[in-house]
């Protein structure tokens, strides 16, 4: 089985790829130049393991929840890929990527992965860690909404948006977990089926769709 990760849903981009079992992974960048380092990490790596893309048996890709820009250059490149290959294509979402991830590390009990949405937001998704299983549905909300939900029902968290917003959560463990890592995309998807195309969860408007509906209104 040769598979192929694709995260873009965080500032960073980074891909993983598993062939035989054995996992190779590298974070292209960590600026969201997304649109620049994508296609030319995917090829590099590649090259590296010896591997062609019609080799590819499956393309995973985060759909989300995260920043717009990023998600549309991930699963434009996974869908291309998946389109000129044959590979099954399957679709994992960013904060269930970072509940793996943790849960691999060795972290138990519950846990909320945290995505920055910016904006003063977060996109957020409890779950119990044994094993991983969603315990709510992802959301967006500000952190001082979440906040008293914390206080009453503690939780380890995990992801960029519980690193930028520390000092909302006064008490919390973060652990040291931002990115959601390909690999662990990887292996969240080994037990699923391909999809026949990915739905981004974007779980709001595009920053640029907001911004315009926003002068509109001024107007």
């Known amino acids: ?13 980074a891909v993983a790829l598993e062939v035989d079992g054995a996992v190779a992974e590298e974070v292209l960048d960590l600026e969201r130049r997304h649109t620049e380092v994508l296609a030319a990490g995917v090829a590099r790596l590649l090259a590296a393991t010896g591997v062609v893309p019609a080799d590819l048996d499956r393309v995973v890709v985060d759909r989300g929840p995260g920043l717009y820009t990023g998600l549309r250059v991930g ?16 679709p994992v979402t960013s904060l269930e990527v970072l509940a793996t991830a943790a849960a691999r590390a060795g972290a138990t009990g519950e846990l909320v992965a945290l995505v920055d949405g910016r904006r ?11 094993p991983v299983t969603a315990l709510d549905r992802a959301r967006v909300l500000r ?8 206080a009453a029902r503690p939780a380890l968290l995990c992801g960029d948006g519980a690193r930028r917003y520390r000092d909302a959560f006064a008490g919390a463990e973060v652990l040291d977990l931002a990115v959601p ?35 509109t209104r001024a107007t």
């Open 120 to 130: 003063g937001e977060v996109f957020a998704q409890r779950f119990s860690l044994e």
């Open 143 to 150: 952190p001082e909404a979440l906040a008293p939900e914390l």
């Open 75 to 90: 699963i434009a490149t996974a869908l291309g890929l998946a389109l000129a290959t044959g590979a099954g294509l399957l």
């Open 1 to 13: 089985m040769i598979a192929l990760a694709i995260e873009t849903a965080t500032p960073a981009c």
């Open 181 to 215: 890592p390909p690999s662990a995309a990887l292996e969240l998807a080994r037990g699923r089926e391909p999809a026949e195309t990915v739905v981004p969860l974007y779980l709001r408007e595009a920053d640029a769709v907001a911004n315009f509906t926003t002068r």
